[in-house]
DNA sequence: ATGTCACAGTCCCTGTGA
């Protein structure tokens, strides 16, 4: 089972990279953020077409969240149910797999009051992840506009003071994993420097000059399934690219046999 | 010290957010 996530920007802006990239890459499960489009806009039939169900959740001009899933999708849950403003989370249940797509407010600066929304809601997205049903192999990924570690970072030096990178907003991600979750990438490659985004203005790409702030935390079932991890960094070269790459995670089936993978 | 992109409104340029 392959599953993925990916900012990308305007969905609308994107689609013929998207399916394209779907096409390609045949992933089981995507979670995409920065929709930037309504319910009623969103280009459904087009990924129908290549054999994904879909849900969204949007606002228009800003946000919005969406799951594909080739596997089926059943008990959608849009937003905190708390009173959201923007629509930034999105869960689902696919094939057996609970999945929420999200997209965490940038911050601005740090003296920003959006900063502080931030916080907020990372904490209210530990509080759903607290939550879940232990039964059900779970997973969250998203744009975090988190840089969990510096190495996750092109130039640290250059961020002091910026948000991304702050001890708070790391310390918000860390109670999110402290759940029992992992940072999937990471944990099966804790040497590799790879990036998820990187900015549209200065040559950035070109000069790797990037951020790793797309994440998939996985729960330990997932974990243990777990047999490669890694972003499409081709996705992000080329016509009209989206300013993140697609973050992967692939999984082995469940097996009955293996007691460390079955489901009780 | 942004070599950018996308969106919507003020609508073929500008302000906003990233």
Known sequence: MKVATWNVNSVAARLGRVTEWLSVSRPDVV?????????????????SELGYESVH??????????????????????????????????????????????????????????????????DRLRNLAAARDPLLPFLVGGDFNVAPSDFDCWDPA?????????????????AIESTGLVDLTRSLHPHEQWFSWWDYRGGAFHRNHG????????????????????????????????????????FREVDEWDPHTSIQ
């Open 31 to 47: 979670l995409l953020q920065e929709t930037k489009s309504t319910d009623d806009r969103f280009p459904a039939s087009a990924f």
């Open 57 to 122: 959740y949007g606002q228009g001009q800003w946000n919005g969240v969406a799951v594909l899933s080739a596997i089926g999708i059943a008990d959608v849950q849009r937003g905190f149910g708390d009173g959201d403003l923007e629509a930034r989370v999105l869960g689902a249940t696919c094939g057996g797999l609970r999945v929420y797509s999200c997209y965490v407010p940038n911050g601005r600066s740090l003296d920003d009051p959006h900063y502080q929304y931030k916080l907020a809601w990372l």
């Open 158 to 174: 250059a961020l002091v003071g910026a948000t991304h990178v702050s001890a708070p907003e790391r310390a918000a991600l860390e």
């Open 211 to 250: 951020l790793r702030i797309d994440l998939l935390l996985v729960d330990e079932s997932l974990r243990r399934r777990a047999t490669a991890s890694y972003v499409d960094r081709d996705a992000r070269k080329g016509e009209k690219p989206s300013d993140h790459a697609p973050v992967v995670g692939e």
